[in-house]
């Protein structure tokens, strides 16, 4: 009896193994939101992080946590780092590349509650008297991470805030674009 039971669990073992294993070994997270205002105005809300943290929804999770910046104050170079509660973890963002009005790319490296490095891009795409504004976050999975997504749908999880960050972001830029 007691060897059929060691048997069952490492069966069971292996097969959880297996799954992890085959599980793809990148992830990518991607909304898009239709704002009314130049595409001007809405790069400017991410160019520069200090403008980022007025829609930022980990900002709102975390009113109190402790953050500061480096670098420039915006562009390739501008530095953002934070530590807060376990709702918004620690870590940093750098943009790394900016296309004035259609593009920035940004580094985004967590300390907690786990390291992990992924890439984040903005793009900014005129339609009519508009702007499309795609956010997207896509990384590397180790076994740890595929693990994790068996059990996380993180597109889920992460998506709702990046949904929340594209209204905020909207109900901005619609108010600076027209004069609000």
């Known amino acids: 009896m007691g060897q059929?039971?060691?048997a069952a669990i490492v069966t069971v073992l292996v097969v959880f193994v297996v799954l992890v294993a085959?599980?793809?070994a990148e992830f990518r997270i991607e909304r898009s939101i239709t704002i009314s205002a130049p595409q001007?105005?809405?790069f400017s809300l991410v160019n520069?992080?200090?403008s980022f943290n007025e829609w930022n929804p980990w900002a709102k999770k975390d009113p109190a946590m402790e953050q500061s910046y480096e670098g420039p104050?915006?562009?390739?170079?501008a530095i953002y780092r934070w530590s807060g509660n376990a709702d918004v973890g620690a870590g940093s963002m750098t943009i790394t590349e900016s296309h004035a009005n259609e593009g920035v790319e940004l580094e985004l490296a967590f300390r907690k509650p786990m390291r992990a490095t992924n890439a984040v891009e903005f793009t900014f795409r005129p339609n009519g008297e508009q702007t499309v504004v795609t956010w997207s976050m896509s990384g590397e999975k180790d076994m740890t991470a595929k693990a994790i997504h068996l059990v996380m749908d993180m597109d889920k999880m992460v998506?709702?805030?990046f949904e929340r960050g594209l209204a905020d972001m909207k109900s901005l830029a619609e108010s600076r674009a027209h004069g609000g």
């Open 40 to 42: 001007s105005v809405v």
């Open 48 to 50: 520069d992080l200090h």
């Open 159 to 161: 998506g709702g805030d």
């Open 73 to 77: 104050a915006a562009g390739p170079g």
């Open 4 to 6: 059929k039971i060691v």
């Open 22 to 24: 085959v599980q793809p």
